[in-house]
């Protein structure tokens, strides 16, 4: 990768509490939701949704809950309509920020993230001002537990594999965004577990920034990850490993 944000790494070394497990099932509902409306609820003839199934599974949410999920998307239950929208940003420091939604209300949805914003110094910015820095991916997590460097590689690079990272336990793995669903069959038909796989925004350069504006975009960061409407969020932020280890303290 031409550039890697640090705020995987950040989020992974966190950890997650009872209470970020539950925001997290809260967004792969929605996604499940979305998906099976907008693809149907065949998994096998519906990427989105084969992903979003494999996501909830690693997460461990219960069956049942993914079923509900899925028939409130068919339509064969009751259930909120969400609508997808993508809004992009600069925090402190320069650091340029994606942020994907999925929404009933968009006035409420953007108010949110551009209070967020305005909270730690950044500012909303129009479409396209930063997503020009990043290129969209195939991104597919792999336990080290799972397989060796040697065995991931070899079963993804015919596949489309772009790229291979490690990074705290996880071979992340990179594909452009056509050769996502190949990659993460070929990791299936070669017996090798793979845990959250989505698109993400990569950046294509990173940002190195420190002192205070670390420390806010880190809290902007959260912050937005932690509003209900809010699926994902990327960034190009990057920063020392020591200091890192002061923000993680």
Known sequence: MSGHSKWSTIKRKKGANDAKRGKLFTKLIRELTVAARQGGAVEDSNPRLRTAVQNARAANMPQNTIDRAIRRGSGDEAGVLYEEAVYEGYGPGGVAIIIETLTDN????????????????????????????????????????????????????????????????????LAPADHFDAVKRALEEAGIAYGQASLAWIPQNTLSVEGADAQGTVRLLEDLEDLDDVQRVFSNFDVQEEELAKLLA
């Open 106 to 173: 968009r006035n409420r949805t953007v108010s949110e993230v551009r209070h967020v914003f305005g909270k730690f110094g950044g500012n909303l910015a129009e479409k396209g001002a930063v997503s020009w820095m990043f290129a969209l991916k195939g991104l597919i997590e792999v336990d080290e537990s799972s397989a060796g460097e040697e065995d991931v590689m070899l079963a993804v690079m015919d596949a489309g594999g772009e790229d291979l990272q490690q990074a705290d336990g996880v071979f992340e793995v």
